[in-house]
């Protein structure tokens, strides 16, 4: 697959790794050319024989997926300036819209229904790889077992994509229903982050379901 990352911070890293180990072309899209550059030759040299490259806006318009790994609501305004070009693309939220302690989003919605609002037709939108920390996705693994990615979201295909890109990149891939668990997915992962301090896990933690 052609995996568009729009971002250059620590989850583009991560995501972004994970699709270098899975095969897939990843190209990285930043607000600054020379960070989407800078993360891009990082990447080569952990990854010498991955397809991984810096791109501008217009890489959207033919990926199979596009992530969007920025800050919530940068997320919300760049699928509407996007607009028609991330048609026939499958849109991935990442994000966790929280404040000190709280969400930022209104009661009754998440990031990512608010993503999909914005959305032109023909292109789905699921919430994968919130509840997993940037770090952890280096080695794909905590505790010795690979991370779960939960997935949300409305088109089954869509998900199905999502899934492939964990698997391939070594992680376990959790369906967990329509886009509307957004609003768990992004409470949960508050709740993950607020423990942080108080159980001292300096962010290398994961949410796993055990059987
Ligand atoms: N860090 C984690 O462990 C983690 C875990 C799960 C989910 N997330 C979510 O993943 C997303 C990215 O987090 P991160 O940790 O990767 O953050 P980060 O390291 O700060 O990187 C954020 C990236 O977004 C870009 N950006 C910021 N505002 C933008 C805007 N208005 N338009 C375009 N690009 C913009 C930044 O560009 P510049 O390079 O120009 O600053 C940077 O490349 C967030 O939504 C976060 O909630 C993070």
């Known amino acids: 697959m052609i995996v568009t990352i729009v971002g250059a911070g620590a989850m583009a890293r991560g995501v972004a ?18 960070n989407a550059e800078s993360l891009a030759g990082e990447l080569r040299q952990v990854a010498p024989d ?21 800050p919530h609501p940068a997320g919300v305004e760049l699928t509407a300036s996007y607009g028609t070009a991330l048609t026939g693309s499958v849109l991935v939220d990442i994000s966790n819209p929280v404040g ?3 969400l930022t ?3 009754g919605t998440s990031a990512a229904e608010l993503i999909a609002a914005e959305a032109a037709p023909g292109t789905p939108v699921v919430k994968a790889f919130n509840t997993v920390f940037a770090g952890t996705l280096l080695s794909g693994r905590v ?6 990615v939960l997935i949300a979201g409305d088109d089954e295909d869509g998900k199905g994509a999502v899934a492939d890109l964990a698997e391939g990149g070594g992680l376990r891939p959790l369906d967990v229903g329509p886009l509307r ?16 301090d108080s159980l001292g896990l300096n962010w290398s933690s994961a949410v796993k379901i055990l059987p």
């Open 50 to 70: 991955g397809d991984v490259s810096a791109s501008d806006a217009i890489a959207v318009e033919d990926a199979d997926l596009v992530v969007l790994a920025v």
């Open 143 to 148: 505790a010795g077992k690979p991370l779960d």
């Open 105 to 107: 989003v209104p009661p």
């Open 181 to 196: 668990r957004s609003r768990e997915l992004e409470a949960l992962q508050l709740l993950h982050m607020s423990v942080q």
């Open 17 to 34: 790794t994970i699709a270098l180990a899975g095969g897939h072309t990843v190209r990285l899209v930043g607000r600054a050319q020379r």
């Open 100 to 102: 000190p302690d709280t």
